[in-house]
Structure formats: C-alpha cells, structure tokens
C-alpha cells in the first residue's frame, strides 16, 4: 500500500549494465547499454532487428504520406491524388470547420478564445501550487467562477457580443467543455456516492447501490438517447433544456457510477486504524473523510480513476447519436464536401493528433503525480 | 496529587457476537492517576480502554466518563474523545501528511485552533519527545520508535486529560522501547491520568499507581506495584504471570 517503499523509474534493473559502465565515457556508455540491452541474446537479437526493420518501412511509409507525396494549398483535388500523398490542401480549408464546427465562421475568434482561457484555467488547477494554501484555494476557485462565467459568455454571448446558440456549439470547444465540466462534476458525485454505497444509513446505502448497479447496466448511448427524448416529456413544455445541458448531465451521471466504484475501491484499501485515530482524536465523520480517509483513498486510485477521464474525454463523440457535432463529428461534416471528395485520412490525422496530445498529457500527469506523492511519502525520499 | 475518580467502570460485560470478551469489569481510575494493565494476550485488555474513548460499544453495566456516561449509539462518545487521547499499538500516524500536519489537524478540525496556535502547540509537543527536527518529514520517513513518539505527540496536542496507551511498544524493535517508555515516563510527571496496556513490568513498577492484571474477561487482580510485585504478597495467578512474560 501506501507505506511500501517502491523505487521508481529502473523497470530493468536486472539486464544493467554493470556500475564500471558510469566512468566510461557517454558514447562507450550508449554503446554498453545498447548492447546489453538489445543485443543481450541471440533472441533480443532478432526481435531487435525485427522491430528495426518494422520502423524503418513504417517511417519510409509516413514521411512519404506526410512530406515527400503530400501537396499544401493551393493544390486541387486532383493534383492531391494524383501526388498520392497528404492533401493539406484540403486541411487547411476545413481546419476551422474540423475545430469549430457549425459556429458562425466570422466569430470563430471566441471559442478559440475560450478554449485558451479554459485550457489555462485546467492547466492552472493542474499545478499542485495553486492549491497549497487556503488563500490560494479561495483564490483558485473565484478565478475557475470568474473563467467559466468568461467561456460561457465568449461563447454564448452577450455583453455586446452577437448571441450564438448552443446548439450551434460543436467541435473541440464541445468535447473540451463536455469532458472537463463531466470530469469535475462525476468526480464530486461519485465521492458522494462512494460514500454513500458505504454508508452505515441503510436508505442512503441503497439509493446509492441502486443508483450504481442501475446505471452501470445501462450504455452510454442509450443514457443520451434517453436524456434527449424523455426530458421533454417530464418537464413542462415551456420549459427547454438545451442538447448540451442534457448531454452534460447524462455524461455526469453515467460516469459517475463508474468513478464512483473507482473511489470504493480506494475506500476499501484504507485501513480500519486510520478511522480508529480520527475517531480518538474526537474527529467527525467529514473531517474524517475530507482530510484523512479520502486524500489516501483517492491517491490510490489515481491510475484508474485518470483511465476513466480519458474514456470519458473520447467517449464525449457519442453526443453525434443527439445530432451535436463533437470534434469526430466536424472531422466527418468536413470530409462531406463535395469539393474534397473522397478526402478523409487529414482530417481524422488532425484529430487524432488533438486526442493523443490530450489523452497522453492526463496520463504523464497522473504518472507525475503518483510520483510525486510516492517519493514524498516513501522512505528513499 | 490523586484526586476525584474519574472513569468508571460498574459491572460491565461485553460481547463480540457470541464471543464474552468483558465479563463484570468493575474498575475506578481517579484523577491523576496512572494505571497499568496487563494480562495475556487475548484477554479483553485492548476492548477494555477502547470502552473509554468509545471506540468499542458495551452491552451490560455503565462506563463513566468525567461524569458522563458513555454510549456510542447516544452520542457521548464524541463529546468525550477530545478529554481523551490514544496512542495505538500500530503507532495509526496519518502517512499523507507530515508529522506537524499529523499533530495540527485534530486541534484545528475539532478545538478550531488557528493555524499558528495549533502549529506552536504541535512544536512544544514534538519538543517534549524530542522530535521537533523532524516535524517536516512524512510518517514513512521515520522510524518506528520515531512514530510512536509523535504518535503520543499527536494525541497531546488535544491537550487530554486522560491519555490511554494499548501496547505502545510491543510492535517496536528491542533498541527503541526505551524511547516511547522515555516519552510515557515524562507524560506521567505531568500528571495526566494514564491507562497503559503494556508488559513492560520495569516501566509499571516506576510509574504505575496501580496494576490491573486481567484474564479471560475479568479483572483478576488490581494492587500497587509494592504488593504486585512482592512474591510474599502475590497471588498465584500474579506469579504465574509474571513468570510466563519473563520466561
Ligand atoms: N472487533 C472484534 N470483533 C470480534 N472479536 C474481537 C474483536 N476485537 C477483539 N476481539 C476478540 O476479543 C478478545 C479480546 O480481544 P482484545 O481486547 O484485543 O484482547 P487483548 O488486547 O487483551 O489481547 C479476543 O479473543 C479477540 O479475538
Ligand atoms: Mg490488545
């Protein structure tokens, strides 16, 4: 568990090369490793030479696709074929389709303004100092209130902007906004429910019980089918919930059934000591679990817990089956111009590109933090 | 120097399930006073002090608190801990947070200290058990004798006035029980009331007031040291226990 001391970062210590090996100099070094580690046996050998091989036909086969072969603007359709490479040409035409879908073309400077204000906001939260002191917590959330009162504007309008309506709101800023704002609120209601699964209360017990097994047996898909045609018929006509609001929440609750057991899995690894000190030290049931049992369960379950962020983060496409167009879906309105046909291997690349940058930060950040924890708790610190 | 009593036990008897761990305990700790128990493992030692903070429910009988009467499911429970620390046999340091966050949290959660008074008053405590320059490191980081110290720091800086001790040293290496015992040793010239569960006879018979020797359930004998340990005034059982943990 937490206490256990793990040395980090040296997954094969056993094929090192000796210590002699550190007062050669760095090339004699690159070479000792190389051959230790890749050449050791006659099997390392051949899977070496293998995946060489491999590369190499791979990469010949990129770089051709993406430079020798590809054409930038102002080619045509027909010159991008008959290159057989990339055709950035077209790109560079729905680029702003790809990344703003069906948002006034003209305003195309807010969500992009948004995003960079958002962006900050998740990336200033993301660094442990801002959440050091009591002051800077106050702080941090008067700016992250400030900030998203600052996007919902920028994007919405208002304040002498011209209005645009969500629905017309598609593309990174939709899956950006349905991702982090489900993340920050599934994390706070499956904390609640974790709890409440464990509670000693049994109604609380099994409304949360409940709650979780029924809405783990339910897809996604159809909790978004469900968010989108049952709504109106439970709420009164005039009142109208917009797509994204439904979506949103349909995402909060189903991922916060999943995270929820994340977090009671955590729950459960916490020894019963801990809760006998909080209680000797005459702490209540939330202070218990806010500064003691929670901060360990959920460091626990840190891995996890940022698995199922990223499967959220991709899973926000799902919203095209309530016809909104998230970043997948402008990728596929772009490759439906006629003018481009038959083109869609660029535009899927340019996504793609986004989603790995993004899912390859959250997991170099959990793996950051882990580490960061681990070595300040460990005694090799 | 002994003053009111101030625990209570009448009569009572406790069960795990089906299990009669507590049989009749009938026990009266005054203020200021320091008591030893000791028993074979098994016993009831450790239920028995967990029925002073309420960490442990009972069935029969009544356990009294500074006048309050204590019943987990009432409620006063809580309102007692904050009179009474305890220092576990595991040492239950919190490993998250450093040996001043450990110390500070309960005295500014629960009293509602400000930071600064509640970080003096951490300093002063680790001071006493000589671990002050340690204050910034993390539970893992130090060693076992270490973590009792300011496992007993911790529970101080509620300022209680009753301190309950279950085998503080039993889960120590031989080279740092005398330490904790050190640490036991000056808290008991501050006159807090002690309740210590250990076999550290040495340590009973220059500290304690009194030693409760406990055996299946009940209490079996209950002297001052002078006549505990005095073979020309020992019962058998005494004499058959202490033979058993000096063996
Ligand atoms: N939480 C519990 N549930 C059930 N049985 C318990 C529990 N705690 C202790 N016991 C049992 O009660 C008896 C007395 O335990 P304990 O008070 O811990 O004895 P001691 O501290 O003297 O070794 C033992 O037989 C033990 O197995
Ligand atoms: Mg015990």
Same mark, same amino acid.
């Given at each position: 568990?937490?206490?256990?001391?793990?040395?980090?970062?040296?997954?094969h210590?056993?094929s090192?090369?000796?210590?002699?090996g550190?007062?050669?100099?760095?090339?004699?070094?690159a070479?000792?490793?190389i051959?230790?580690?890749l050449?050791?046996?006659?099997?390392n050998?051949?899977?070496?030479l293998v995946?060489?091989?491999l590369?190499?036909?791979i990469?010949?086969?990129?770089?051709?696709?993406?430079v020798?072969?590809?054409?930038?603007a102002?080619?045509?359709?027909r010159?991008c074929?008959?290159?057989?490479g990339?055709?950035?040409?077209f790109?560079?035409?729905?680029?702003?389709l790809?990344l703003?879908?069906?948002?006034?073309?003209?305003q195309h400077?807010?969500?992009a303004l948004?995003?960079?204000l958002?962006a900050?906001?998740v990336?200033?939260?993301?660094?442990?100092?801002?959440?050091?002191?009591v002051?800077?917590r106050?702080w941090?959330?008067g700016?992250?209130l400030?900030?998203?009162?600052?996007?919902?504007?920028?994007?919405s309008?208002?304040f002498?902007?011209?209005?645009?309506?969500v629905?017309?709101?598609?593309g990174l800023?939709?899956?950006?906004?349905?991702?982090?704002?489900?993340?920050v609120?599934?994390?706070?209601?499956?904390?609640?429910?974790a709890?409440?699964?464990?509670s000693?209360?049994?109604?609380?017990r099994?409304?949360c019980?409940?709650?979780i097994?029924?809405i783990r047996g339910?897809?996604?898909?159809s909790?978004?089918f469900?968010?989108n045609?049952?709504?109106?018929?439970i709420?009164?006509?005039?009142v109208?919930?917009p797509?994204?609001v439904r979506?949103?929440?349909?995402?909060?609750?189903f991922?916060a059934a999943?995270?929820?057991?994340?977090?009671?899995?955590?729950?459960?690894?916490i020894?019963?000591?801990q809760?006998?000190?909080?209680?000797?030290?005459?702490?209540?049931?939330?202070?218990?679990?806010i500064?003691?049992i929670?901060p360990?369960?959920?460091?626990?379950v840190i891995?996890?817990m940022?698995?199922l962020?990223?499967?959220?983060?991709k899973d926000?496409?799902?919203v095209?089956?309530i016809?909104m167009?998230?970043?997948?879906?402008?990728?596929?309105?772009?490759?439906?111009?006629?003018a481009w046909?038959g083109?869609?291997m660029?535009?899927?690349?340019f996504?793609?590109?986004?989603?790995?940058l993004v899912?390859?930060?959250?997991s170099?950040?959990?793996?950051?933090?882990?580490?960061?924890?681990?070595?300040r708790?460990?005694r090799s610190? | 120097?002994?003053?009111?009593?101030?625990?209570?036990?009448r009569n009572?008897n406790k069960?795990?399930g089906?299990?009669?761990?507590l049989?009749d305990?009938?026990?009266?700790?005054?203020?200021?006073?320091?008591?030893?128990?000791?028993?074979?493992?098994?016993?009831?030692k450790?239920?028995?002090?967990?029925?002073?903070?309420?960490?442990?429910?009972?069935?029969?009988?009544e356990?009294?608190v500074?006048?309050?009467r204590?019943r987990?499911?009432?409620?006063?429970?809580?309102?007692?801990r904050?009179h009474v620390g305890?220092?576990?046999q595991?040492?239950?340091l919190?490993?998250?947070l450093?040996?001043l966050?450990?110390?500070?949290?309960?005295?500014r959660?629960?009293?509602?200290?400000?930071r600064?008074?509640?970080?003096?008053?951490?300093?002063?405590?680790?001071?006493?058990?000589?671990?002050?320059?340690?204050?910034?490191?993390?539970p893992?980081q130090?060693?076992?004798?270490?973590q009792?110290? #300011? @496992?007993?720091?911790r529970?101080l800086c509620?300022?209680? $006035? /009753?301190?309950?001790?279950?085998e &503080?040293?039993?889960a120590? =290496?031989?080279?740092?029980?005398?330490?904790?015992l050190?640490?036991?040793?000056?808290?008991?010239?501050r006159?807090?009331?002690m309740?210590?569960?250990?076999?550290?006879?040495g340590?009973?018979?220059a #500290? @304690?007031?009194r030693?409760?020797?406990?055996?299946a359930? $009940? /209490?079996?004998?209950d002297?001052? &040291?002078?006549r505990?340990? =005095?073979?020309?005034?020992q019962?058998p059982?005494v004499?058959?226990?202490?033979?058993?943990?000096?063996a």
């Amino acid at each position: 568990m937490l206490s256990d001391t793990q040395p980090q970062g040296q997954p094969h210590g056993s094929s090192r090369p000796p210590p002699v090996g550190q007062v050669h100099p760095p090339l004699r070094r690159a070479l000792l490793w190389i051959w230790t580690n890749l050449f050791g046996s006659v099997w390392n050998s051949v899977l070496t030479l293998v995946v060489l091989w491999l590369l190499f036909v791979i990469g010949r086969g990129m770089l051709g696709w993406l430079v020798l072969d590809a054409r930038t603007a102002p080619a045509t359709l027909r010159e991008c074929i008959d290159a057989g490479g990339a055709c950035w040409a077209f790109l560079q035409d729905k680029w702003r389709l790809i990344l703003f879908g069906t948002y006034p073309h003209e305003q195309h400077w807010r969500p992009a303004l948004a995003l960079a204000l958002f962006a900050s906001l998740v990336i200033a939260s993301c660094v442990p100092a801002s959440w050091a002191t009591v002051e800077r917590r106050r702080w941090m959330f008067g700016i992250w209130l400030l900030g998203m009162g600052g996007v919902i504007v920028l994007m919405s309008g208002g304040f002498g902007l011209p209005e645009v309506p969500v629905r017309l709101w598609s593309g990174l800023p939709l899956t950006v906004l349905l991702a982090v704002v489900g993340m920050v609120s599934c994390f706070f209601l499956a904390i609640l429910l974790a709890l409440g699964r464990r509670s000693s209360m049994p109604v609380v017990r099994w409304l949360c019980i409940v709650y979780i097994e029924v809405i783990r047996g339910v897809p996604l898909i159809s909790l978004l089918f469900m968010a989108n045609i049952m709504t109106p018929l439970i709420l009164p006509a005039d009142v109208v919930v917009p797509n994204l609001v439904r979506a949103q929440i349909a995402f909060i609750m189903f991922f916060a059934a999943y995270l929820a057991e994340v977090i009671r899995g955590g729950l459960q690894a916490i020894p019963a000591s801990q809760y006998a000190a909080c209680k000797a030290l005459g702490m209540g049931y939330w202070t218990s679990m806010i500064f003691v049992i929670l901060p360990q369960a959920l460091r626990i379950v840190i891995p996890s817990m940022v698995n199922l962020f990223i499967a959220m983060f991709k899973d926000t496409s799902l919203v095209i089956v309530i016809s909104m167009l998230d970043l997948l879906g402008t990728a596929n309105a772009a490759k439906a111009d006629p003018a481009w046909m038959g083109l869609f291997m660029e535009a899927y690349f340019f996504i793609a590109v986004i989603y790995v940058l993004v899912c390859a930060s959250m997991s170099w950040y959990s793996r950051w933090t882990e580490r960061r924890i681990g070595s300040r708790q460990s005694r090799s610190a | 120097m002994v003053g009111q009593p101030l625990i209570r036990f009448r009569n009572v008897n406790k069960w795990y399930g089906s299990l009669h761990v507590l049989r009749d305990i009938d026990l009266t700790v005054r203020d200021g006073e320091r008591v030893v128990i000791c028993g074979p493992s098994g016993s009831g030692k450790s239920t028995a002090i967990y029925l002073i903070n309420g960490l442990q429910d009972y069935q029969q009988g009544e356990v009294e608190v500074a006048g309050i009467r204590l019943r987990e499911a009432d409620g006063t429970a809580h309102d007692i801990r904050r009179h009474v620390g305890m220092v576990f046999q595991q040492f239950n340091l919190f490993p998250h947070l450093s040996v001043l966050e450990n110390c500070c949290l309960a005295p500014r959660k629960v009293l509602g200290l400000p930071r600064q008074e509640a970080e003096a008053r951490a300093m002063e405590e680790l001071a006493r058990v000589r671990i002050a320059d340690q204050a910034q490191k993390y539970p893992g980081q130090l060693s076992g004798g270490q973590q009792q110290r #300011v @496992a007993i720091a911790r529970s101080l800086c509620m300022h209680p $006035r /009753i301190m309950l001790f279950d085998e &503080p040293t039993s889960a120590l =290496d031989p080279e740092m029980v005398g330490e904790v015992l050190e640490a036991m040793r000056d808290l008991a010239r501050r006159g807090v009331t002690m309740i210590c569960v250990t076999h550290e006879m040495g340590f009973a018979r220059a #500290v @304690a007031d009194r030693i409760v020797l406990m055996e299946a359930g $009940r /209490i079996v004998e209950d002297a001052p &040291p002078a006549r505990f340990f =005095d073979p020309s005034q020992q019962s058998p059982r005494v004499r058959a226990f202490l033979e058993n943990i000096l063996a």
